[in-house]
């Protein structure tokens, strides 16, 4: 029982992170900035190993479904989405060795990956498909970048953060 409370626990702290990161940081800054997101969902499927970070994905996007009620069945399809994808990057690039170290660059690969994958059809979907807001090429280039370069780092740090200090550490 107390692997369950754990990752539940662990899940819940992450997901609501992520809510306070989505909810009160104006769009489309909160779409620009998705380091923090991105790093809390892959130490969530680092820590909590399968669907981790499906599980804090859901959280979160649950928690940010109910805050923007208007657009809660989108919100909940992307948050997932990005969780899988990260969780299903890492398993196809093998990011976690054996020793419980990770590769640093499959780790940075797979956040960028996701990030890009996940912020290009959210867009697409928000201002093509639903037509929310008008077309704006500036604002897709600097999306595109600036979310996909938040990948990146995203990777790099939870690499340093997984690899000095969480990989032993017993919760």
Excluded: C
Excluded at 9 to 26: D, N
């Amino acid at each position: 029982m107390r692997g369950l409370t754990r990752r539940v626990a662990i899940a819940t702290i992450f997901g609501a992170l992520i809510f306070v990161t989505k909810a009160f940081v104006p769009s489309p800054v909160n779409k620009m900035i998705v380091v923090f997101q991105a790093l809390l969902l892959a130490l969530g499927s680092l820590l909590l190993e399968k669907m981790g970070a499906t599980y804090v994905a859901l959280i979160g996007g649950f928690l940010t479904a109910l805050w923007n009620f208007a657009l809660a069945p989108f919100t909940l399809i992307f948050a997932l989405l990005f969780g899988m994808l990260i969780d299903g990057s890492f398993l196809l690039l093998r990011v976690s060795t054996v020793e419980g170290r990770v590769n640093p660059s499959r780790l940075v690969v797979a956040l960028t990956l996701s990030t890009a994958l996940v912020g290009a059809s959210s867009y697409y979907t928000t201002v093509h498909l639903m037509d929310l807001i008008p077309r704006n090429p500036v604002m897709e280039m600097v999306i595109l970048i600036v979310g996909t370069i938040s990948g990146a780092v995203a990777g790099y740090i939870t690499s340093l953060v997984w690899n000095r200090h969480l990989r032993n550490a017993q919760f």
